[in-house]
């Protein structure tokens, strides 16, 4: 009965230690996306951008607006942020960029 209630507790304690180390190094992780390192990334769209949509941004769903409807499935390219919103611009291809 008395190793019944060691072994108890010594799950109690190791489940509590892996639950204090799980806090701790949350509390020490940065956010991997922030304003500055989402610009200039190359997304695709989730959603037609009819002004407002949805993309993807190393797999994460992002909210974006566009100055022009952006059909799903386009890649683009983040050229800034608006509070949680991305400012997207699509990305055309060398034939029909105008650059040689």
């Not at 010594?10 to 020490?28: A, Q």
């Not at 949509?53 to 983040?78: N, P, R």
Request: aromatic share 6%; hydrophobic share 55%; net charge positive.
């Amino acid at each position: 009965m008395k190793i019944i209630f060691f072994l108890a507790f010594l799950v109690v304690i190791l489940v509590l230690g892996l639950l204090l180390y799980i806090i701790i190094s949350s509390r020490h992780h940065k956010l991997k996306n922030n304003d500055q390192n989402l610009i200039g990334q190359i997304a695709v769209t989730e959603t037609d951008l009819d002004l407002l949509g949805v993309i993807l941004v190393d797999g994460e769903a992002w909210q974006a607006i566009s100055t022009v409807k952006i059909l799903k499935g386009t890649k683009v390219k983040v050229i800034a942020t608006q509070g949680v919103l991305l400012k997207v611009e699509a990305i055309l291809p060398k034939i029909f960029s105008g650059k040689s």
